[in-house]
């Protein structure tokens, strides 16, 4: 794969705009499994604009968003503005600059995929507090269910560049066994994994806003690009409902120690 640093460096506004957000229930899970409070402390790795900040910021948690793509952070400097509660870092997964022992929990929404499992686990070790929990989140479109769907998934296939090895990346069982531990880093390896199904209509600017802020699909300037717009145009004409498509998601949520 490519440098997933730059990856998105083109594609930070379509990102910000369009992307779907994280639900509600997000946080009733962790409130139910870890005690999960206003309180603690957020660590939001891979944070990008701050999508998933923003959730944990809403809540009225302080938020330690850690990102290490210039563009990105800009991004969510703008969106956030001062907010005394969010401190948005460059670092990375594998090396934050957060202090040891300073997190109650870490988060990694839409982002673990880029990481380097074994760098990461120690240095989440480090900055979570000794009773610290680790949130992995993705929000997972669905590619089957409606004839939108398939055929959207279908587009991605043709056009993706490297969208299949991304695609199955996110749901490595090995690398969340590897992170979440085996003995070696005083883990106990254990983890839940918890599936929270939502959904949201779209425009046509919104999917065409929504696909080219995947890192995989050509930009402007690529070959491809423009036979893959009249390609998606095809795709909403034919399926719009009153001007929408509904895209459906499954946010994957794996919590653990």
Known sequence: MTDSLNRF?????NYRKYRP????????VLQQVTGFNTQWVVADLGAGTGISSQLFLEHGNEVYAVEPNRSMRQAARELFGDQARLHIVEGTAEATTLPDAAIDLVVA?????????????LEVRRILKPQGWVALIWNHRQTQGSKFLEEYEQLLCTYGRDYAAIRDSHRDQQ?????????QTGSN???QTFEIPHEKWLTYEDLRGLLMSASYV??????GHANMLLDLRSIFARHAKDGEVLMKYQTELFVGQ
Request: glycine fraction near 10%; charge should be negative.
């Open 109 to 121: 929404a839409q982002a673990f995929h880029w990481f380097n499992i074994a760098a990461t686990r």
């Open 21 to 28: 957000g994280y639900p509600p229930e997000v946080l009733s």
């Open 189 to 191: 390896g254990s983890y």
């Open 9 to 13: 460096t083109n594609r930070v506004e």
């Open 218 to 223: 050509p930009l402007e300037a690529q070959s």
């Open 175 to 183: 690398r969340l066994d590897d992170f979440f531990g085996n003995g």
